[in-house]
C-alpha cells in the first residue's frame, strides 16, 4: 500500500503531509503590504500555500506565491542579492525514513513577475531546466544596476523529492528567503 502526500509551504515554513493527518497551514512573519520604513531593503513572502499531494517515490512541483524584494535605500548604485534556503524536513519519531534531506527539494525563481525602479534583475534559476537544489544557500533573485527606489517580484517554484522509504507523517521544514 502506497502512503500518499499531502505538502503545505508558506514562504518561510514549508510543511510536508503523508496521508493519514491533515495538514494545517502555518504563517509567516512577514506580512505582504506593510508599508516599508525609508531607507530599508526588505523581503516579503507569501503566507501560506498548499503544495498538493505525491506519493513516496515521486515528486511534485508548485508555485510558493510571489516573493518581493522592496528597496527604499535610494542608493547609487541600488543593488541586492535575494538568497534561498532550507533546511531537512522531519517528522517525529526520528530515522532516515522520517527525513526528507534538503538536497531533495529544489527551487527555480522564474522571471521577474513585475518591478518598479530601474535597473536589471537576474533571476537565479530562470527555467525549470535551471532548478537548484537547496542543499546549500542559493541565490534567488539580483539587482545588478540601477539607482534609486525599486522593487522586484517573482513566484519561485519548489519541487520536493519524496523518498520511496518515507513514512506516513507530517514532515516540516524551513525555506528562508534572505536580502541583502
Excluded at 503566507?47 to 508555485?63: D, E, H, M, W
Excluded at 530601474?118 to 533571476?123: A, D, L
Aim: glycine share 12%.
Amino acid at each position: 500500500m502506497q502512503t500518499l502526500w499531502t505538502l503545505l509551504g508558506v514562504g518561510s515554513v514549508v510543511m510536508v503531509t503523508v496521508l493519514p493527518g491533515a495538514a494545517e497551514p502555518v504563517t509567516n512573519d512577514a506580512v505582504e503590504g506593510v508599508a516599508q520604513p525609508p531607507g530599508a531593503l526588505s523581503i516579503t513572502v507569501p503566507a501560506a500555500v498548499n503544495l498538493g499531494t505525491a506519493f513516496p517515490g515521486s515528486s511534485i512541483s508548485r508555485q510558493l506565491g510571489q516573493v518581493r524584494v522592496a528597496d527604499t535605500r535610494g542608493r547609487r548604485p541600488a543593488t541586492w542579492t535575494a538568497t534561498v534556503a532550507a533546511s531537512d524536513f522531519t517528522t517525529p519519531g526520528g530515522g532516515a525514513a522520517r527525513q526528507i534531506s534538503r538536497s531533495q527539494v529544489s527551487y527555480w525563481s522564474g522571471q521577474a513577475t513585475s518591478t518598479m525602479g530601474p535597473g536589471t534583475r537576474v533571476p537565479g534559476q530562470a527555467t525549470s531546466a535551471q532548478a537548484q537544489s537547496l542543499s546549500v544557500p542559493r541565490t534567488a533573485f539580483a539587482k545588478t544596476s540601477g539607482n534609486g527606489n525599486n522593487t522586484t517580484a517573482w513566484q519561485p517554484t519548489l519541487i520536493v523529492a519524496i523518498p520511496a522509504s518515507a513514512v506516513g507523517g507530517t514532515y516540516t521544514g524551513t525555506v528562508t528567503h534572505s536580502v541583502a
